[in-house]
């Protein structure tokens, strides 16, 4: 399993940008998918993008299309997620998430990280 540690998350005001870290403890981060998920308050955990092992191919949920960019540094075992023109429903918890696989449409994650808070105010 893969240990991951997120940071970069705060407040923000409406418009405004964050960029979320996640650094991953396994050496083998190269081979793995790595993803983004969010938990509102009373709501389901949402998957928000996942990018290849390589980097190559970047998945969106259409909510956060056009405003969040997903990248990674195989090098430094990383993944970005840069959130811009933010939005209060944006507001979450946000989870790294590695190895992840997709069924149909949903998306699943073998690990998971203790969760970053990013709070938008309007």
């Known amino acids: 399993q893969v240990q991951l540690v997120e940071s970069g998350g705060g407040l923000v005001q409406a418009g405004g940008s964050l960029r979320l870290s996640c650094a991953a403890s396994?050496?083998?981060?190269?081979?793995?998918?790595m993803g983004w998920f969010r938990q509102a308050p009373a709501k389901e955990r949402e998957f928000v993008t996942a990018?290849?092992?390589?980097?190559?191919?970047?998945y969106y949920a259409d909510s956060v299309k056009g405003r969040f960019t997903i990248s990674r540094d195989n090098a430094k075992n990383t993944v970005y997620l840069q959130m811009n023109s933010l939005k209060p429903e944006d507001a979450a918890v946000y989870y790294c998430?590695?190895?992840?696989?997709?069924?149909?449409?949903?998306?699943?994650?073998?690990?998971w990280g203790q969760g970053t808070q990013v709070t938008v105010s309007s």
């Open positions: 990018i290849s092992w390589g980097g190559g191919s970047t």
């Open positions: 998430a590695a190895d992840l696989d997709r069924g149909g449409s949903t998306w699943y994650a073998r690990s």
């Open positions: 396994k050496r083998t981060f190269s081979r793995y998918a």
